[in-house]
């Protein structure tokens, strides 16, 4: 059972910058790929980005490609998104989750944290 917590959420100006983190407990990351998704007011939750299990590869939607970028420890157990040059329609809570189908395992979310992008 894999237990993930999302921090570095919060209030950000158009343009600005933040950074968040997804920590996992339970159980080591080295056998998840790890994939953040967001979910705007009144709309479907979407991908955002994924990272491989090495953390050698990624990808990014086209409507992020670019601007954001996402990196793993798996040392600290940890992925992290970085959210560039932010635009008002990147607010939505950002949720983590770990995918361990191409290892036999589960997949997991996390509760999610909010990103607010206003001026």
């Known amino acids: 059972q894999v237990q993930l917590v999302e921090s570095g959420g919060g209030l950000v100006q158009p343009g600005g910058s933040l950074r968040l983190s997804c920590t996992a407990s339970?159980?080591?990351?080295?056998?998840?790929?790890m994939k953040w998704f967001r979910q705007a007011p009144g709309k479907e939750r979407e991908f955002v980005a994924t990272?491989?299990?090495?953390?050698?590869?990624?990808y990014f939607d086209e409507s992020v490609k670019g601007r954001f970028t996402i990196s793993r420890d798996n040392s600290k157990n940890t992925v992290y998104l970085d959210l560039n040059d932010v635009k008002p329609e990147d607010t939505a809570i950002y949720y983590c989750?770990?995918?361990?189908?191409?290892?036999?395992?589960?997949?997991?979310w996390g509760q999610g944290t909010q990103v607010t992008v206003s001026s």
């Open positions: 339970g159980e080591t990351l080295s056998y998840y790929e």
């Open positions: 990272i491989s299990v090495s953390g050698s590869s990624s």
């Open positions: 989750k770990a995918d361990g189908r191409f290892y036999g395992r589960n997949a997991y």
